[in-house]
């Protein structure tokens, strides 16, 4: 396999890698000149986008959380995630604490919800086309984002994280501290990236989003719009083009 790939890539004209982590490999793994490679991402559609506001300070007093895609995937930190909701519940009340939840759920994760009392709290949407999903997600205070943390995760970036990014709300990222993900939340200062490993800093950080969501009416969010605009797919498409023209 790994002959094939460099025989592919030693004979391609340009290559285009999806991450700055992936491009990595390229020239480490492979040795391919850096000068032969062009990092074009996945990104978001600006029009599927509502503006950064504070949209919900006029909605009842609840402290949302979205999520979008497979919940509970092999490996994702899912249980995780619905214990820190559990405890969540336990220290403020089940009525203002609400899970949206667009995308495959499977029966075992529903059961655990059940045998968890979560039920008033998780709103199951079900697989739903992505604009629905959007405008559904777009409106909650959080947005959620749950990664697989093993070797093979270090470069991967769900497709999830970029209209996440535009949706310019808070994201909570329960994945690896020094992965692709982290990397990309940290420079658009878009939210929080903690290990599954650390259930205690978990529970401290939804709690410190529920206080302000209650307290205040919103999250503070403090998005670096210049760094997010890199993922806007009206630009990724232009530098494609060209990348494509230039050769």
């Known amino acids: 396999k790994y002959k094939l790939e460099k025989t592919i890539l030693n004979n391609a004209d340009h290559i285009i890698a999806n991450t700055y982590g992936n491009q990595d ?11 032969k490679i062009t990092v074009i991402t996945n990104g978001y559609n600006p029009s599927e986008m509502s503006p950064s506001s504070k949209d919900n300070v006029e909605k009842p007093c609840i402290f949302s959380i979205g999520y979008m895609g497979y919940f509970d995937k092999a490996g994702f930190p899912w249980k995780i995630f619905l214990q820190s909701i559990k405890n969540l519940v336990s220290n403020y009340g089940n009525q203002k604490i609400l899970v949206k ?19 008033k709290n998780i709103q199951l949407f079900g697989v ?112 494609l083009s060209d990348t494509i023209m230039s050769l």
Request: glycine share 4%; with cysteine; proline share 3%.
């Open 101 to 119: 939840i667009c995308g495959h759920i499977s029966e075992n994760a529903i059961k655990y919800i059940q045998k968890n009392g979560l039920e």
């Open 128 to 239: 739903l086309p992505h604009s629905d999903a959007v405008n559904i997600i777009k409106r909650c205070d959080l947005l959620l984002l749950l990664m697989y943390e093993n070797e093979y995760s270090h470069n991967i970036v769900p497709h999830k994280l970029y209209p996440y990014l535009g949706m310019k709300k808070p994201i909570l990222a329960i994945a690896q501290e020094n992965g692709e993900v982290s990397k990309i939340i940290n420079k658009t200062n878009t939210g929080i990236v903690i290990s599954s490993a650390n259930a205690e800093k978990i529970d401290n950080t939804l709690s410190h989003y529920y206080n302000s969501r209650i307290t205040n009416g919103f999250i503070e969010y403090n998005g670096i719009s210049n760094e997010i605009e890199r993922y806007d797919i009206i630009k990724l498409t232009k530098k």
């Open 25 to 35: 490999v390229y020239t480490k793994d492979f040795k391919i000149n850096k000068n």
